[in-house]
């Protein structure tokens, strides 16, 4: 056993190496701090290609014209990494997408450090000791990685592109392994291999939450978690019920999650219940294909209805995933058209999924997206408090979800003036992102002053009414 850090690293039969907690953890305590070994950005964000910052001033490579940087500083500080893609670069015309960018900087990784068996071999677990689960790839995955294999041909040269059995077996070991880069809010902008965050297994009831902070990685205790305990984070967003989230695990991880709450099945019910037709009281879902009678009336839902219901729901997965494929894609025309299909699948779900139900709560959200857009802020407001409760319900306790969430809600109230709610929200968000953040992290700052702009604007609202009485 190697004591790294707060947490020990141990060795399981099946699942490996695995973190567990070195001494007595306390909600917000940071874990670990842990740099990419190798991670990319989305194509065509207004973000610094070293630091992820923001901007609308950034500077592109004057040579390939593709790689933009907040500043000289960030230029110079990416140069090791970019100096042999700027030539790739300038010779194929064009950035190639996320995943094959990824791919491409670990092979010339790979190649730099003469094997896998060198890469990360001082670190808790070295790339050659992830899970790659390649063997179980479908059809699909395996034509994938073909696909990526021309690109990289095309991008890096056929003679620098591993077999393909290799190249097999090293996307698998960073599909299972690699995390999201997010931003502030939790949205993702780009994807990192992070070799000590990456055995840290997965829980749908996590004790640790990863957050991040440029492209560096902070792992947290968002639980009490005793000495000895495993440290678990969720690979998966949690706002689904049960057999969706296990299907999610499967289709990407190639596990079954036995966790406490999939045993337990906790929300299922509420996150799949509908409308009784009858006194529209909420029905709760027994399982995939049938309800519970409703809680008011005890009406039962007919064959037919729940049918209905099924195919309903297959419809908001369709949409919302398109939705999150154009926007990842950068596709806005079909994103525009996404809006409308958005607001006709509303239309639908108004008065046949309950509020509870986790697509409508996903419905909502995009809906508030769509009226912030159009700087409508009392609909937006109107979606956003609906969306609210059964999202603070649903995600554990201290999840940076909710705190965004709240978040949101605190700044349409202060767009309408209606600054004690403002601050009543904004606080409750500043309780979670303390914790899931940390302090010292600029959201966590930029919540505060948030704060005090409510706070100000408050007072001021109060000295100009008594002013007009």
Same mark, same amino acid.
């Given at each position: 056993?190697?004591?790294?850090?707060?947490?020990?690293?141990?060795?399981?039969?099946?699942?490996?190496?695995?973190?567990?907690?070195?001494?007595?953890?306390?909600?917000?305590?940071?874990?670990?701090?842990?740099?990419?070994?190798?991670?990319?950005?989305?194509?065509?964000?207004?973000?610094?290609?070293?630091?992820?910052?923001?901007?609308?001033?950034?500077?592109?490579?004057?040579?390939?014209?593709?790689?933009?940087?907040?500043?000289?500083?960030?230029?110079?500080?990416?140069?090791?990494?970019?100096?042999?893609?700027?030539?790739?670069?300038?010779?194929?015309?064009?950035?190639?997408?996320?995943?094959?960018?990824?791919?491409?900087?670990?092979?010339?990784?790979?190649?730099?450090?003469?094997?896998?068996?060198?890469?990360?071999?001082?670190?808790?677990?070295?790339?050659?000791?992830?899970?790659?689960?390649?063997?179980?790839?479908?059809?699909?995955?395996?034509?994938?990685?073909?696909?990526?294999?021309?690109?990289?041909?095309?991008?890096?040269?056929?003679?620098?592109?591993?077999?393909?059995?290799?190249?097999?077996?090293?996307?698998?070991?960073?599909?299972?392994?690699? @995390?999201?880069?997010?931003?502030?809010?939790?949205?993702?902008?780009?994807?990192?291999?992070?070799?000590?965050?990456?055995?840290?297994?997965?829980?749908?009831?996590?004790?640790?939450?990863?957050?991040?902070?440029?492209?560096?990685?902070?792992?947290?205790?968002?639980?009490?978690?005793?000495?000895?305990?495993?440290?678990?984070?969720?690979?998966?967003?949690?706002?689904?019920?049960?057999?969706?989230?296990?299907?999610?695990?499967?289709?990407?991880?190639?596990?079954?999650?036995?966790?406490?709450?999939?045993?337990?099945?906790?929300?299922?019910?509420?996150?799949?219940?509908?409308?009784?037709?009858?006194?529209?009281?909420?029905?709760?879902?027994?399982?995939?294909?049938? @309800?519970?009678?409703?809680?008011?009336?005890?009406?039962?839902?007919?064959?037919?209805?729940?049918?209905?219901?099924?195919?309903?729901?297959?419809?908001?997965?369709?949409?919302?995933?398109?939705?999150?494929?154009?926007?990842?894609?950068?596709?806005?025309?079909?994103?525009?058209?996404?809006?409308?299909?958005?607001?006709?699948?509303?239309?639908?779900?108004?008065?046949?999924?309950?509020?509870?139900?986790?697509?409508?709560?996903?419905?909502?959200?995009?809906?508030?997206?769509?009226?912030?857009?159009?700087?409508?802020?009392?609909?937006?407001?109107?979606?956003?408090?609906?969306?609210?409760?059964?999202?603070?319900?649903?995600?554990?306790?201290?999840?940076?979800?909710?705190?965004?969430?709240?978040?949101?809600?605190?700044?349409?109230?202060?767009?309408?003036?209606?600054?004690?709610?403002?601050?009543?929200?904004?606080?409750?968000?500043?309780?979670?992102?303390?914790?899931?953040?940390?302090?010292?992290?600029?959201?966590?700052?930029?919540?505060?002053?948030?704060?005090?702009?409510?706070?100000?604007?408050?007072?001021?609202?109060?000295?100009?009414?008594?002013?007009?009485?």
């Amino acid at each position: 056993m190697a004591a790294v850090s707060r947490f020990d690293v141990r060795i399981d039969k099946t699942r490996g190496k695995c973190a567990f907690a070195a001494c007595d953890l306390i909600p917000g305590d940071e874990i670990l701090t842990d740099v990419p070994y190798v991670f990319s950005l989305r194509r065509a964000q207004r973000r610094c290609d070293y630091c992820c910052s923001y901007s609308d001033k950034l500077l592109r490579c004057s040579k390939c014209k593709l790689q933009s940087y907040c500043d000289r500083s960030c230029q110079r500080s990416a140069w090791k990494v970019h100096k042999e893609e700027c030539k790739n670069l300038q010779r194929v015309g064009n950035r190639p997408s996320q995943t094959v960018l990824l791919m491409a900087r670990l092979v010339q990784v790979v190649k730099a450090d003469s094997g896998y068996q060198n890469v990360g071999f001082n670190l808790p677990c070295g790339l050659h000791e992830l899970q790659s689960n390649h063997k179980q790839f479908s059809e699909r995955a395996r034509g994938l990685v073909i696909d990526i294999m021309r690109c990289l041909g095309n991008y890096l040269g056929i003679q620098n592109v591993p077999s393909y059995p290799d190249m097999l077996e090293l996307f698998g070991r960073v599909a299972c392994n690699s @995390f999201n880069i997010c931003d502030k809010e939790m949205q993702s902008i780009g994807v990192g291999l992070y070799l000590k965050a990456a055995i840290f297994n997965h829980s749908c009831s996590p004790n640790c939450i990863a957050v991040f902070n440029s492209t560096t990685l902070h792992m947290r205790a968002v639980k009490n978690i005793k000495k000895g305990e495993e440290l678990l984070v969720s690979y998966i967003d949690l706002m689904y019920p049960t057999e969706i989230r296990q299907q999610m695990l499967q289709d990407q991880y190639f596990f079954t999650c036995d966790c406490t709450a999939c045993q337990e099945r906790v929300n299922d019910g509420q996150m799949g219940s509908i409308v009784c037709q009858k006194c529209s009281g909420q029905i709760l879902r027994k399982n995939r294909t049938s @309800f519970q009678l409703c809680s008011e009336c005890g009406a039962e839902v007919s064959t037919i209805r729940s049918s209905e219901i099924t195919e309903l729901e297959e419809d908001c997965k369709k949409v919302l995933d398109d939705s999150e494929s154009h926007l990842v894609n950068l596709n806005h025309l079909a994103a525009d058209n996404d809006e409308s299909l958005i607001i006709q699948l509303s239309r639908r779900l108004e008065g046949t999924l309950h509020a509870q139900h986790f697509y409508w709560i996903h419905v909502l959200n995009k809906l508030a997206d769509i009226a912030i857009c159009q700087q409508n802020w009392r609909q937006a407001l109107n979606y956003c408090e609906k969306a609210t409760p059964p999202t603070i319900k649903y995600y554990p306790c201290y999840h940076p979800l909710a705190g965004v969430q709240l978040c949101r809600l605190a700044k349409l109230y202060d767009w309408l003036d209606n600054y004690s709610e403002a601050i009543k929200y904004i606080q409750q968000a500043i309780d979670i992102i303390g914790i899931t953040h940390g302090k010292q992290h600029t959201f966590y700052e930029e919540l505060q002053e948030h704060k005090m702009d409510y706070t100000y604007e408050a007072k001021f609202d109060a000295i100009n009414q008594n002013a007009t009485k």
